[in-house]
């Protein structure tokens, strides 16, 4: 049991490959037995990861057709559905300890990448209505024919943002109201940057050094990850506190703004952020998957009053 996952993420238990194979034939080709005798996939390898990201999807969520291009990223799905079950909890302290499900609960997406990991997940387990927001119209293209395929349309509605300085400004539009907002933000502040974690990533999974001559851009990118999806100017933290900054412009619309933050160095750089814009309350939720230690940051403009009338 992967103990340090959420109590109802369905993926606390090790990889059924037999059942997963199952679901996706596809993915046989990629099982071998490690070192220990027991059936793995090399994690290293975006083929074998995105066969068991499909087999996954269509045996715990019913997703019938996923697929993503080529150098997009592939997320872990049971990180993925961590972040939507701790936030799930969020909601439910905001409604008498009971988590609200259905469509009249909305999340905003920020990121939401050619993969559509969130509203996929999110709409399953809880019912929940989405709005996916993107920079990169591939991504969203993509996003959108994993919609139509799995006829999710009345449930997830993609947002191109077409303004490279922007996060929610002409995305969350006049009126409208989201009980969460949620964000997987670029890690890196350089290509170069990017690159060295991809290095430390193949030493992780015991790979040997990248040749010498690769082309950096393609190595990071093979690796899994678009320019805007890997780095931005600022990195993680100067994301964020973009985020943070611009979120008090919509303080009245959103019940929780949530982001994911990876580095821990990017904490106290976040908490000024969040004091300066007069955030009434802040939440730290420790999340952990294997050795990976991550967290996700909730602010909420709203008092105690206000959250808990927010469902009724």
Known sequence: MKSELHPRNKHRGRYDFDLLMQTNPILA?????????????DFSDPHAVKALNQALLMQFYAVSAWDIPQQYLCPPIPGRADY???????????????????????VLDIGVGANLIYPLIGSREYGWKFVGADIDAKSLKNAQHIIDTNMLSDVIELRLQVSAQSIFKDI????????LTMCNPPFHESLAAAHAGTQRKWRGLGKHALRRGTNQ????????????????????????????????????QCLWFTTLVSKATSLPGVYRALKKVNAIEVNTIEMAQGQKQSRIVAWTFLNAGQRHSWFS
Request: aromatic share 10%; proline share 1%; hydrophobic share 35%.
């Open 29 to 41: 080709r990629y099982v071998k037995l490690n070192e220990y005798g027991d059936a793995s996939i």
């Open 217 to 252: 851009q393609s190595t990071v990118l093979n690796f899994g990850g678009q320019n805007a999806e890997l780095y931005c100017e600022g990195g993680e933290e100067g994301f964020v506190t973009a985020m943070i900054n611009e979120s008090r412009q919509y303080a009245a």
């Open 172 to 179: 969350i539009r006049q009126g409208e109201t989201f009980a």
């Open 84 to 106: 939507l079950h701790y936030i799930a909890d969020l909601l439910g302290e905001c409604n008498h300890g009971v988590i609200p499900q259905g469509v009249s609960v909305r």
